[in-house]
């Protein structure tokens, strides 16, 4: 029977509730700054099948992908009558979740009336997880093996006892224990409060209820997902772009060419001739290339929307062995979703054409940070600065792109405060600031990247991994393109060089590392873009005065900065 409309909205938003309170529950718990301040994780419910049942809104649309298929491991070793309240699963094995180690599942099983009917589960960024690496961005690494521990659906807790031998083993074989092992917890608090909550919810309704407003719920997601499809016209719709290269073949670069099929209330997203798998880490196993699919996919078809299950049905996903998103073990997993970005602004570029209302330009189309570590010389301990950076979207069919965003892998994730980097690390950051000109010139502006620079105070590493340095993110319907990621280190000496991918690289106090991030493509003619538009951009100062009399033509551009007057 299907429940009563009140019953749904109750118990379908309880639901959603549950995964926003354990990603609360994380954020105040945790010991990382990737965690409380970037949010590089996600929480959940899954089924006893591995269904997603709920996740929580913000965190990286990344994610969508391969919580259900690390649960379903566990279902699959163990059995469902294999669980015991108060056991806790650690799982972050390549071969099954397909990107880098340091996303760590954890999950716990929930019961009701003595049997499990879900499971309460995160993924989280640890910052370490021992290996050749430290921290984003090395290229060195060639195999998984180079890359830190794996660790396969294994019970760090039983019936609530901790396995010693296994605390033991992470603990002296990561670079940072106290940090991952605080997240650790962190993890278990907030799959118990996941837990605890929807037995709150069983005890209020029965168990049939609820599975029938999950299942409508999902019903509902499909039919919904299934309208929009049903909307573009059917075809075959392909498109093609470019990454830099690997990290270690420096002159080859790297195909990104996706086929999209829209037939009737389905799509099909072929990765068919996609570049084949490489020998540096820039590859993910299967759940990467389905993460670029299901996002591109929820983007076009109902984007504020509750995730579930129910919204990826009409999506199939073809994607062979041996290419980069989905490469065949031991391969280096450690850069798995440098080509995200770029994978999905390839399918939307592909539809372009059959949804011209909808698609923008292309967006920055890499996923932007940095990663320095080393000794600090006041304390003696080791430390790894991680942030991520925002860079310009692209101009859209009825505005300007967002300015300073994170990538649409990364979703609601957010850069740490300055000032949070500065108290805890050796480093000033000269400037965080938006980087005038970098957007695609268009009836509507792509939108502007930063420029951000750190100035070391002592001697330290630091890995440079850029992608989109040679190809920017191109315009639509006549717009032009965005410009390219770049990276300057200026030696205290006053030497300057530009880096794009290079690891271990060292630095020496008053050395400066500067960010300049791409900016989106523009959408459509630039000279039909709006005067008032443009007088805005030249007083705030967006576009100079001479790269507006070359985009969008000798308008006697003479605004004052100073004054936001125009002449």
């Not at 940090?179 to 907030?190: E, K, M, T, W, Y």
């Not at 759940?287 to 983007?299: E, I, N």
Request: aromatic share 8%; glycine share 12%.
């Amino acid at each position: 029977m299907k429940p009563d409309p009140i019953t749904l909205e109750v118990v379908g938003n309880s639901l959603v509730a549950y995964a926003e309170e354990m990603a609360e529950a994380l954020c105040k718990s945790a010991y990382n700054m990737m965690i409380y301040e970037v949010r590089d994780f996600c929480c959940g419910l899954i089924d006893t099948e591995g269904r997603m049942i709920c996740q929580n809104a913000g965190g990286l649309p990344i994610f969508l992908a391969d919580l259900g298929i690390a649960v379903k491991d566990g279902i699959d070793r163990y059995g469902l009558d294999g669980f015991a309240p108060g056991d806790v699963v650690i799982m972050n094995h390549a071969q099954v979740c397909g990107q880098h180690l340091n996303n760590v599942v954890v999950y716990t099983p929930c019961f009701h009336e003595g049997k499990v009917v879900a499971f309460a589960a995160s993924r989280a960024h640890w910052v370490d997880v021992g290996g050749l690496r430290t921290g984003f961005g090395n290229v060195q690494t060639t195999e998984i093996f180079h890359e830190g521990l794996q660790l396969r659906s294994i019970k760090i807790y039983e019936a609530g006892e901790r396995n010693d031998g296994v605390w033991q083993v992470i603990t002296d074989n990561i670079r940072f224990p106290e940090s991952s092992l605080g997240d650790l917890r962190a993890q278990i608090a907030c799959c118990q409060l996941g837990g605890r909550r929807l037995g709150e919810l069983l005890s209020r309704y029965s168990l049939a209820t609820a599975r029938a407003c999950i299942a409508e719920q999902w019903d509902q997601a499909e039919h919904e997902a299934r309208a929009v499809v049903a909307s573009i016209p059917d075809g075959r719709y392909t498109a093609e772009s470019w990454l830099d290269n690997d990290g270690r073949r420096i002159d080859t670069r790297l195909r990104v060419k996706v086929t999209v099929i829209v037939d009737g209330t389905n799509m099909i997203i072929d990765y068919s001739e996609m570049n084949e798998q490489v020998p540096s880490p820039l590859n993910s196993g299967y759940s990467g290339g389905l993460a670029a699919a299901r996002v591109a996919f929820k983007a076009l078809t109902m984007p504020d929307a509750p995730v579930n299950e129910g919204c990826f049905r009409p999506l199939e996903l073809i994607s062979p062995e041996g290419t980069m998103l989905n490469a065949r073990p031991p391969a280096a997993l450690g850069l798995w979703s440098i080509s995200l970005p770029t994978v999905i602004d390839t399918i939307l570029k592909a539809l372009a054409p059959a949804m011209p209302e909808r698609i923008p330009a292309a967006h920055k189309g890499d996923m932007g940070g940095c990663s320095f570590y080393g000794y600090r010389k006041d304390t003696g301990t080791r430390f790894v600065l991680m942030n991520i950076f925002g860079g310009g979207w692209g101009g859209r069919p009825h505005e300007d792109g967002e300015d300073a965003s994170v990538s649409i892998c990364q979703g609601d994730v957010r850069n740490t405060p300055v000032e949070l980097q500065e108290v805890h690390f050796p480093f000033i950051l000269e400037c965080h600031r938006l980087r005038p000109d970098s957007g695609g010139p268009g009836k509507y502006r792509g939108g502007l990247g930063l420029e951000i620079r750190y100035r070391a105070l002592q001697e330290c590493t630091v890995n440079i991994n850029l992608e989109r340095t040679l190809d920017p993110p191109w315009g639509v319907n006549g717009g032009a393109s965005g410009v390219v990621n770049r990276c300057v280190i200026r030696r205290a000496n006053g030497e300057e060089r530009d880096v794009k991918k290079e690891s271990n690289v060292p630095l020496e106090a008053g050395d400066t590392v500067t960010f300049l991030t791409a900016g989106g493509g523009g959408y459509g003619d630039p000279l039909e873009r709006a005067r008032e538009l443009i007088e805005r951009d030249i007083a705030l100062g967006y576009v100079g005065r001479e790269g507006a009399a070359r985009d969008y033509g000798d308008g006697n551009w003479t605004t004052s900065r100073r004054s936001g007057t125009a002449g």
